[in-house]
């Protein structure tokens, strides 16, 4: 069973960049058919999806953050990123690492959660 | 404000049959499948529903999942005190490229 394991720092300060690192066992990153992304969970509200990045580097974003955002892939390291810029607090979340392409579902896996708040 | 529109709240004691449902559009519900997924307190979702009916391996079948048209319902039979969680239903937008989510639907095992 895969497993996601999601990291980064949990306060970011408004207008910087929020960095968030997804690192992935139990399988290979780079296994055709999978897809990898980001959901974020606003406190006490429901789900949002950020983006799904292929191995091939292939993306796909919310076009509401789509200007602010850049996801990678290191196939190396067996991780994918998530870069989002200019950050207000609007963007504090819980943000959530997840894979797809095991079943037809938005999101198979979920990594635990990465709260991240945006605050001077 | 959530793309797919569920009730907040349900409720049922234990033993019964309760339904939650999920109502979309022609560019979502209407033309992909949809998914569901249970959020225990202070956890990650976790997908208890795929294309429509379809359980993961583990998945008790006292959950069960159906859709028609735009809309679509999560049943759960025999209910547990540990079903008490959020549900969240999930589809793919066609105008998004990615999916969207309702708001939620809060559980109570009374």
């Known amino acids: 069973q895969v497993h996601l394991q999601g990291s980064g720092p949990g306060l970011v300060k408004p207008s910087q960049t929020l960095s968030l690192t997804c690192t992935v066992s139990g399988g290979s990153i780079s296994s055709g058919g999978y897809y990898w992304g980001w959901i974020r969970q606003h406190p006490g509200k429901g789900l949002e999806w950020v983006g799904y990045i292929y191995a091939s580097g292939r993306t796909y974003y919310n076009p509401s953050l789509k200007s602010r955002l850049n996801m990678s892939v290191d196939t190396s390291k067996n991780q994918f990123s998530l870069k989002l810029s200019s950050v207000t607090s609007a963007d504090t979340a819980v943000y959530y690492c997840?894979?797809?392409?095991?079943?037809?579902?938005?999101?198979?896996?979920w990594g635990h959660g990465t709260l991240v708040t945006v605050s001077s | 404000q959530s793309v797919l529109t569920q009730p907040p709240s349900a409720s049922g004691t234990p033993g019964q049959r309760v339904t939650i449902s999920c109502s979309g559009s022609?560019?979502?519900?209407?033309?992909?499948?949809v998914n569901w997924y249970q959020q225990l307190p202070g956890t990650a979702p976790k997908l208890l529903i795929y294309?429509?009916?379809e359980r993961p391996s583990g998945v008790p079948d006292r959950f069960s999942g159906s859709k028609s048209g735009t809309s679509a319902s999560l049943a759960i039979s025999g209910l547990q005190s540990e079903d008490e969680a959020d549900y969240y239903c999930a589809a793919n937008d066609d105008g998004l490229n990615g999916p969207v989510f309702g708001g939620g639907t809060k559980l109570t095992v009374l």
């Open positions: 997840t894979t797809a392409g095991y079943t037809n579902s938005v999101a198979d896996y």
């Open positions: 294309s429509n009916n």
């Open positions: 022609s560019s979502n519900v209407g033309s992909n499948t």
